[in-house]
């Protein structure tokens, strides 16, 4: 079973830039996507980001494109999430996830496993 363990959340101020990293205990498969979720308070938890660890196609929600970039070090087993020109709409507890099923995952399929998330506050 794979573990994912984030860090890099906190307390940023509107058009700030922040980097969230996810550590994965083994090293992702070719097959594998990961991915970033977030959940604000009084929401359901919605899609952020993804990137298929072989191909290295990645994916965005609308209200993150352009701003956030999702990236991974191979070496070290871990994928970032680059947060710029934060608002405060951004506020959530940011999670990393991944599924072994990567090669024909696409935003709305499930993830298999979860970190246990990062708060991520942008202030006004």
């Known amino acids: 079973q794979v573990q994912l363990v984030e860090s890099g959340g906190g307390l940023v101020q509107a058009g700030g830039s922040l980097r969230l990293s996810c550590t994965a205990s083994?090293?992702?498969?070719?097959?594998?996507?990961m991915g970033w979720f977030r959940q604000a308070p009084g929401k359901e938890r919605e899609f952020v980001a993804a990137i298929n660890w072989g191909a290295g196609n990645t994916y965005y929600a609308a209200s993150v494109k352009g701003r956030f970039t999702i990236s991974r070090d191979d070496a070290k087993n871990t994928v970032y999430l680059q947060m710029s020109s934060l608002k405060p709409e951004d506020t959530a507890v940011y999670y990393c996830a991944s599924t072994p099923y990567g090669s024909t995952w696409i935003p709305g399929f499930g993830m298999n496993y979860w970190g246990k998330g990062t708060l991520v506050t942008v202030s006004s």
């Open positions: 083994g090293r992702p498969g070719s097959s594998y996507a």
